[in-house]
């Protein structure tokens, strides 16, 4: 159980353009969505924290109009890189945690969509 | 400052040998202390969660320690095989696990 889904697994892009990346939790109702982004050889960086029916908090630096992120429903959030540049090539991953009281509250990681820019 | 620490940066060991892996926090009010294993071009794995009323769990050949008093943790591998070269990751969460702190992560290579 508390499997998390992310579609697409790889994508390459040209730049200029914008990249949908989705996340799912599959057999769980995620109340909050996480998204993370990861460069070679480091941890992962929050960028935001995405709650259903909500307006996501970006983290500090991270730009709200270049990284839209919607979570229309308890098991589906969107993170869409707008005007994607070269420099925005990285390992975005996703995590979904559960209702409070009614499964996993705890993080489970998706498997990371990796993105690359032209 | 919310923050987390981990002990060795990278660690190179030969298959069948154990290590240990350190985690330092420092959040308030603690939680819980989680270790993930991350494959290359993967998503993170849980391993282990404690909270601060646990001082050791195991999941087959991994066991975390936490200290709540040093507020340390550390990871033990037992006769590590090739499949544990991946990057540990420590995660302290706080604020009754509304937020959290990410570790940098210890990369481990085995070799055989």
């Known amino acids: 159980g508390a499997v998390v889904s992310q579609h697409p697994s790889w994508v390459i892009c040209k730049s200029g353009t914008s990249v949908k990346i989705e996340c799912r939790s599959l057999?769980?109702?995620?109340?909050?969505m996480f998204w993370y982004r990861q460069f070679p050889k480091q941890s992962l960086m929050l960028m935001a924290t995405?709650?259903?029916?909500?307006?996501?908090?970006?983290e500090q630096g991270v730009e709200k109009d270049k990284f839209l992120i919607n979570h229309a429903s308890l098991t589906l959030s969107t993170l869409t890189v707008t005007s994607a540049h070269p420099e925005d090539s990285s390992f975005y991953i996703c995590?979904?945690?559960?209702?409070?009281?009614?499964?996993?509250?705890?993080?489970?990681f998706g498997p990371g969509t990796r993105l690359t820019v032209t | 400052k919310n923050q987390v620490e981990q002990s060795p940066q990278s660690l190179i060991i030969l298959e069948g040998k154990n290590c240990t892996l350190q985690?330092?926090?420092?959040?308030?009010?603690?939680?819980?202390l989680r270790w993930y294993k991350q494959d290359t071009g993967r998503g993170p794995v849980s391993l282990t969660i404690?909270?601060?009323?646990?001082n050791t769990k195991s999941n087959g050949r991994y066991t975390a320690t936490l200290d709540a008093d040093t507020k340390q943790s550390s990871l033990h591998i037992t006769a590590s095989q090739l499949s544990d070269s991946a990057s540990y990751i420590c995660?302290?969460?706080?604020?009754?696990?509304?937020?959290?702190?990410f570790g940098p992560g210890t990369r481990l290579s085995v070799l055989p």
């Open positions: 995590s979904a945690r559960g209702i409070p009281g009614t499964g996993p509250y705890e993080q489970y």
């Open positions: 057999d769980f109702q995620a109340t909050t």
């Open positions: 995405s709650n259903e029916g909500s307006k996501a908090t970006y």
């Open positions: 985690c330092n926090y420092t959040v308030s009010p603690f939680s819980n």
């Open positions: 404690m909270t601060f009323s646990e």
């Open positions: 995660v302290a969460s706080f604020n009754y696990g509304q937020n959290f702190v």
